[in-house]
């Protein structure tokens, strides 16, 4: 049976899942995803159907909560396919967020990208589409957020970051929202230039470009430090050097 055939079948056997959970912050009623995995497993098993996972992108924050505590905050994006017992298969792609004062905030993302995979691919009737995890940590009006890292995802700061984890650091803001500091830099140097001098900009951001810089002159041989990043980027391109070779 192929893919179309056999999510057809479980669409028509599902049914609805009701509202058994309560979130304790602000009360209202929502599915987990334990719900849906318990409605789904038998039928997937009944119709030969596994689904394997794939996180694309994994980034993560500090946040504060309005009392003041420390929140991890993490956003995953999941390719999930979803294969057929002949070999066949669709894909769907979704965005997961979580938030945890511990080491779950990542775990809630996947979780949360998951339910709503299965919810969307297989239609499974629901009363509202806007379905929060059980816990809502209330954030304070104005906090300053500072990015840790993406993929890798250990975090590392200050003296002991790498080029390479520098520029592996993805933005979650502006106009390059996603994409991460080498890729920007090979593109678009006024932009990191901008967020070097930038008064907004956070210092884990500068601290990590001003990381990058010193590895581009370092690179070059540079006896001095370029007064601007254009002009490292100058010298690096009259030193005929690729992209594949930037040390980061």
């Excluded at 049976?1 to 304790?24: D, F, L, R, V």
């Excluded at 057929?84 to 792609?93: C, I, L, N, Y």
């Excluded at 004062?101 to 299965?118: E, H, L």
Aim: one cysteine or more; aromatic letters at 8%; charged letters at 25%.
């Amino acid at each position: 049976m192929n893919i179309h055939t056999s999510i057809n079948s479980i669409m028509s056997e599902i049914g609805a899942i009701s509202k058994e959970k309560t979130n304790t912050q602000q009360g209202f009623k929502y599915r987990g995803v334990d719900d849906v995995m318990n409605a789904l497993q038998p039928l997937l098993c009944k119709h030969k159907v596994y689904i394997v996972p794939e996180v694309m992108n994994h980034a993560r924050e500090d946040r504060q909560s309005a009392k003041g505590a420390q929140l991890i905050y993490s956003v995953c994006t999941v390719k999930y396919t979803i294969y057929a017992d002949d070999g066949s298969s669709v894909t769907a792609v979704i965005v997961g967020e979580g938030m945890d004062s511990g080491d779950k905030a990542t775990n809630k993302a996947m979780s949360v990208a998951f339910k709503y995979a299965c919810f969307q691919v297989f239609c499974i009737p629901t009363e509202e589409m806007n379905d929060p995890d059980s816990e809502s940590p209330e954030i304070a009006a104005s906090v300053k957020t500072t990015p840790k890292t993406t993929l890798p995802s250990q975090s590392t700061k200050g003296a002991n970051m790498t080029p390479q984890q520098a520029g592996a650091i993805v933005l979650n803001f502006g106009k390059y929202i996603n994409t991460t500091l080498k890729d920007i830099w090979t593109t678009d140097i006024g932009y990191i230039e901008y967020l070097y001098k930038g008064e907004k900009t956070s210092p884990y951001i500068k601290n990590a470009i001003s990381i990058m810089k010193k590895a581009v002159e370092a690179k070059m041989g540079a006896s001095e430090p370029a007064s601007t990043l254009e002009e490292d980027e100058a010298a690096y391109n009259e030193e005929e050097i690729g992209d594949e070779e930037l040390p980061f």
